[in-house]
């Protein structure tokens, strides 16, 4: 049963251009909802998270939206960079929860 | 801040060797660690959550006599993967917790297993 839904499996973007990257969820319990990035041979790397008392975050470049009533949220990266080719993970927890769920993660190219 | 150090970063052993790899938490007391393993291409999968001082959960399906963990203090958790054989070759990696629930998990940077 994949609690958390991630979509696309992957994505070409030209430089400069916006990457979007979603994620669909059904457990309501879940209420802390991190995106990471993975470069090949490394660990994920914590990037953004959100609570669903708000409804976008934005970091930098990095924007995630939330849309509580649709459960989904998504991750916007802005102005995409070769740098930014990686694969990205979303990733929900349940309040007072341990574990983290994982999406099924998207390889984003950054074409120059 | 909030830096994970997983060591060895890669190794090759011969099968039924028993391996063992490394967790620390640098900068932070982590009193909760996981174990995940990450198969080509695909997510994380985790296999265990270890509290310091305490046995860890291990998923549904993971073998706890298989895959030993050890939590003994608040920056070190070890993972050993007993008498390995080559289907025991995957990416290893572990991430940590600081203390409070809503605290984020940072990861290490994975140990490369490979069973010959």
């Known amino acids: 049963q994949q609690q958390v839904k991630q979509s696309p499996q992957s994505l070409i973007v030209q430089k400069g251009g916006i990457s979007i990257i979603n994620c669909a969820y059904e457990?309501?319990?879940?209420?802390?909802f991190p995106w990471y990035q993975q470069f090949p041979g490394k660990g994920p790397a914590l990037l953004i998270a959100?609570?669903?008392?708000?409804s976008e975050k934005k970091e930098g470049r990095f924007t995630i939206s939330f849309n509580k009533s649709a459960k989904q949220f998504s991750l916007h990266i802005m102005d995409s960079q070769p740098g930014d080719s990686a694969t990205y993970f979303c990733a929900a927890r349940e309040e007072y929860g341990n574990k983290l769920v994982f999406g099924a993660g998207t390889i984003l190219r950054v074409k120059s | 801040g909030a830096v994970v150090s997983q060591h060895p970063s890669r190794v090759i052993c011969k099968s039924g060797t028993s391996v063992k790899i490394e967790c620390r938490s640098l900068d932070f007391q982590a009193t909760t660690m996981f174990w995940y393993r990450q198969f080509p291409k695909k997510s994380l999968m985790l296999m265990a959550t270890?509290?310091?001082?305490?046995?860890?959960?291990?998923e549904q399906g993971v073998e706890k006599d298989k895959f030993l963990i050890n939590h003994a203090s608040l920056t070190l958790s070890t993972l050993t993967v007993t008498s390995a054989h080559p289907e025991d070759s995957s990416f290893y990696i572990c991430?940590?917790?600081?203390?409070?629930?809503?605290?984020?998990?940072?990861f290490g940077d994975g140990t490369r297993l490979s069973i010959l």
């Open positions: 991430s940590a917790r600081g203390q409070g629930e809503s605290q984020p998990q940072h």
């Open positions: 457990n309501t319990a879940f209420d802390y």
């Open positions: 270890s509290n310091e001082g305490s046995k860890a959960t291990y």
């Open positions: 959100i609570r669903p008392d708000v």
